[in-house]
């Protein structure tokens, strides 16, 4: 289980999207990145091609390191930190460190 999943609101704590809250669409554990709706977004050059019949400059969403984000607290909108916990029923669940909230 990882401490931050697709779904999760988060804020960018540092680069030039701090402070922007937003939605994580997409987690790649190996990398240790995801990309966050809405932030570092990047201006690139695409070729029209077959697939995209279109071309021109594009702007796209790029990964950020998981370092970056911090998950919001659901309880009082805060960034947290994400722990775990194993509840009576067997099962382990995300908490939030600051308020010891289910995430």
Same mark, same amino acid.
């Given at each position: 289980? !990882?401490? *931050?999943? &697709?779904?999760?609101? #988060?804020?960018?704590?540092?680069?030039?999207?701090? +402070?922007?809250?937003?939605?994580?669409?997409?987690?790649?554990?190996?990398?240790?990145?995801?990309?966050?709706?809405? !932030?570092? *977004?990047? &201006?690139?050059?695409? #070729?029209?091609?077959?697939?995209?019949?279109?071309? +021109?400059?594009?702007?796209?969403?790029?990964?950020?390191?998981?370092?970056?984000?911090?998950?919001?607290?659901?309880?009082?909108?805060?960034?947290?930190?994400?722990?775990?916990?194993?509840?009576?029923?067997?099962?382990?669940?995300?908490?939030?460190?600051?308020?010891?909230?289910?995430?």
């Amino acid at each position: 289980m !990882a401490k *931050i999943i &697709k779904g999760d609101r #988060v804020v960018v704590l540092s680069g030039k999207d701090r +402070g922007y809250r937003g939605t994580v669409s997409a987690v790649f554990p190996s990398k240790g990145t995801c990309i966050v709706d809405g !932030a570092n *977004i990047v &201006k690139k050059h695409q #070729v029209a091609t077959s697939e995209v019949m279109q071309g +021109g400059i594009i702007e796209q969403n790029m990964p950020l390191p998981l370092s970056r984000v911090a998950v919001i607290s659901p309880k009082d909108d805060k960034p947290t930190r994400v722990g775990f916990r194993v509840e009576d029923d067997g099962s382990k669940v995300r908490i939030c460190k600051r308020t010891g909230a289910t995430l």
